[in-house]
Structure formats: C-alpha cells, structure tokens
C-alpha cells in the first residue's frame, strides 16, 4: 500500500456525518447560492483571526487576483512577489493584467527574502505580495516599513499558512488584505475548491464583494465596473465552518507529525525545515533537501512512498512566463533549491506507524547513498 504524500481518506471517516450532515443542511435550506452558509463562514473565518471583514470566493487563485484588485493593482502596474511559490501566485498577477517582479528567497527557510525588496521597487510598483510558503510567515515588519515608505499596498498569499503566526500576528492581518485557498491539500481544505479575502478596510470589502459578484453591488443592480463570478460555494462553505473549529487541531496534528520527522530524520544528513524565531509553523508541506534529491527519489519508489515536489520548476523558468525576460540564472537560491528540495507525506491523519515506514526507508536509503 502506498504511503501517498497526502490523503484525506482517513480523516474523512472520522468526520463523515459531520461533513454529510453539512451537505444536507445547504441543501434543505432553500437557498443554495450566497446564503447563510457563505455568510455564516465568512463571519467565523474573520472573527478567527480578529480581521473586520471575509469575503468568501471561488478559489485561491481568484482569491489572490481579486484581492489585488480590489487593492486597485491592474494593467501598468508592478507587483513584487517571489519565483519559488506554487505557479497562481503569479499567474493570480498577471491575470490582472500587472507585471510579476521577483525577488529570490532566502536559503534557510525558503521565504522572500526581503532585504531584495527595495532594490526592485520603481516608479510602477503598486503592491507587494510576499508568500507566507510552506506554512510559515514572511517577515512582515521590513515590507510594511517600505510599503508606507513608497505608498504602496500589501497583500498577503496564505494559500500555505492558515492559522500560521509570527510573534501575535496571525498570518492574514498583516497587511491590506489577505488571500486564502481552501483547496483540499490546504491547512483547512474544502471538499473541492474555495478561497476567501481578509480586509480590515471597509472599502476593499466592499469592492470584493463587487468583484466577485459580476461587478454588481446587489442583485440585479447595474454594472459600474464588470467583474467576474467569483462565488464561494455553499456546500462548501458549510463544510468549511465545520472543518474550521477543528483547524487548531489539524495544526497540532501536523506539528506532531514534523516532530516525529524531526526525531527520526535528524541525523541522516537531510536537511529540515527551519522555523524563523518567532513563527509558529502550521507544516502545510514538509519540504526537506538534499544535494542528491533525485537519486533518493528514485530509490524510494521501491518503497511505496509518494514523494512531492514543491516545486521542481521555478516559475520564472516556466514558458508560461517567458515574456518576463528572466533569465534561468536571475534567482541563484530559487534555482538552487528547485534541484535539492522535496516533501514527505503530510497531513494531520497519518496514522504513526505509516509515519515510522517512512522515516525507516528514508533512513535506509540515505545510509546507502
Ligand atoms: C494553492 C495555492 C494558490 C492557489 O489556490 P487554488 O485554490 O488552488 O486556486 C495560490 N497561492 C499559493 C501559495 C498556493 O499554495
């Protein structure tokens, strides 16, 4: 039997009435788009973090574009994020008609690294979009002081981070606005797509709530700017405020997981994540290194591990993003880490002694590298 990289399977047994009975409840509630269910979600996903105002959506990636939006970024503008991030963080951008400007990331904990922040600013830059990757935060405190600097907004990417902290902050009110995925591998996954947008700012809630609704204002008003259908579903949104009063408890199932790896894997010569003083780290992946990363890739198959890598391609290497005029060399770190880097399997319910199989073959497998 494969130990798959990610599964919900198991937690899905341990929560199925609960999960039917969300379903169930949408569906006898006589209304089943924009209801109580969004609404009800996006109440307790704002009241979670102590932010104003959740806008419910379709997905994260529509999450990320809509939040630059409603932040007025759009054609002509530049948005600074990083190349060593899941692909929507950018093509979020470049759907909104702004340029992505990278900078690299750090070697030790994969994140943006902001002392290169400032060198990329120019007179077009309207928004920085750092990652919180992984499941930990960026540094915020540097971006916020050259974001007040150069009038500029921030929003932040937590497709990798719910419920992340750093210091008191929790991971989504630490800028203008915030963008989540509830893709099911996310921290706090769906049952099929969904996203959502934090704001503390009365205005940009308001305009998300246009954007994601035709570019209406209410139901069958007229269109001042059209928009797109960026709805979050009911069934979904019912099923997501279930799952979120259990959110903690994921965390410290992935926490104990990491630790297990942490015990077990310590010695072998791979590298582990690093946690920033100062974060709490929620492990949406557990992304490790190695120098030969691709021959214990392919001795671990015989296994029956499935391995991840997050990500092989650095998205400014990616044809997809060739008019960006990067060259496959611009971001050293980036690219260094894209040939050493994969994930264990991760998730809340690995049962231990899966866990123990892999840790066990991994072990046997560096030994005879
Ligand atoms: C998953 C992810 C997204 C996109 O979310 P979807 O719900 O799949 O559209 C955006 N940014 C990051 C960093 C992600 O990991």
Same mark, same amino acid.
């Given at each position: ?6 599964? =919900? ?17 949408? /569906? ?27 806008? #419910?959506?379709?997905?994260?990636? $529509? ?7 409603? %932040? ?27 340029? @992505? ?26 928004? *920085?979009?750092?990652?919180? *990757? =992984? #499941? ?17 907004? +921030? ?24 963008? /989540?995925?509830?893709? @099911? ?9 969904? #996203? ?32 797109? $259908? ?8 019912? +099923? !997501? ?19 297990? =790896?942490?015990?077990? %894997? ?12 100062? $974060? ?16 214990? +890739?392919?001795? !671990?198959?015989?296994? #029956? ?15 997809? /993003? ?19 880097? /994969? ?27």
């Amino acid at each position: 039997m494969t130990t798959r990289v990610w599964d =919900y399977l198991a937690e899905y047994e341990n929560e199925r009435a609960e999960i039917l009975e969300a379903v169930d409840t949408v /569906f006898r509630s006589g209304q089943l788009v924009l209801g109580s269910s969004v609404r009800g979600f996006e109440e307790e996903f704002a009241a979670y973090h102590g932010a104003a105002h959740c806008v #419910g959506v379709d997905n994260g990636t $529509n999450a990320v574009k809509l939040g630059l939006q409603a %932040l007025d970024v759009g054609p002509g503008d530049e948005v600074i994020t990083v190349s060593n991030t899941a692909a929507p963080t950018v093509i979020a951008v470049h759907s909104t008609g702004a340029t @992505p400007v990278f900078v690299d990331v750090r070697e030790d904990d994969f994140l943006m690294d902001t002392a290169q922040v400032a060198a990329a600013i120019t007179s077009r830059t309207k928004c *920085l979009l750092p990652v919180h *990757l =992984y #499941g930990q935060c960026v540094d915020m405190a540097p971006l916020r002081e050259l974001a007040a600097e150069h009038g500029l907004s +921030i929003l932040e990417d937590c497709a990798q981070a719910h419920g992340a902290r750093h210091g008191d902050a929790i991971a989504g009110t630490m800028g203008d606005a915030a963008a /989540f995925s509830f893709y @099911p591998t996310k921290v706090l996954g769906a049952y099929g797509d969904g #996203g959502a947008v934090l704001t503390s700012t009365d205005e940009v809630e308001a305009k998300l709530r246009q954007l994601r609704y035709y570019g209406m204002e209410k139901q069958y008003y007229t269109v001042s700017t059209p928009a797109h $259908n960026s709805r979050l579903d009911e069934v979904h949104a019912e +099923i !997501l405020r279930r799952k979120l009063t259990r959110l903690d408890a994921y965390t410290a199932g992935r926490r104990a997981v990491a630790e297990r =790896y942490a015990e077990g %894997l310590g010695d072998t010569g791979l590298t582990l994540p690093a946690t920033v003083p100062g $974060n709490e780290h929620v492990y949406y992946v557990y992304v490790v290194r190695h120098p030969r990363r691709d021959d214990i +890739i392919e001795a !671990l198959k015989a296994y #029956g591990i499935q391995l991840n890598i997050s990500y092989p391609w650095p998205v400014h290497t990616m044809s997809g /993003f060739a008019h960006l005029g990067y060259g496959p060399d611009d971001f050293p770190v980036t690219g260094k880490l894209a040939g050493e880097i /994969f994930s264990l399997p991760m998730y809340p319910a690995l049962q231990a002694d899966r866990q123990e199989k892999v840790i066990s073959a991994v072990c046997e497998v560096l030994a005879a590298l």
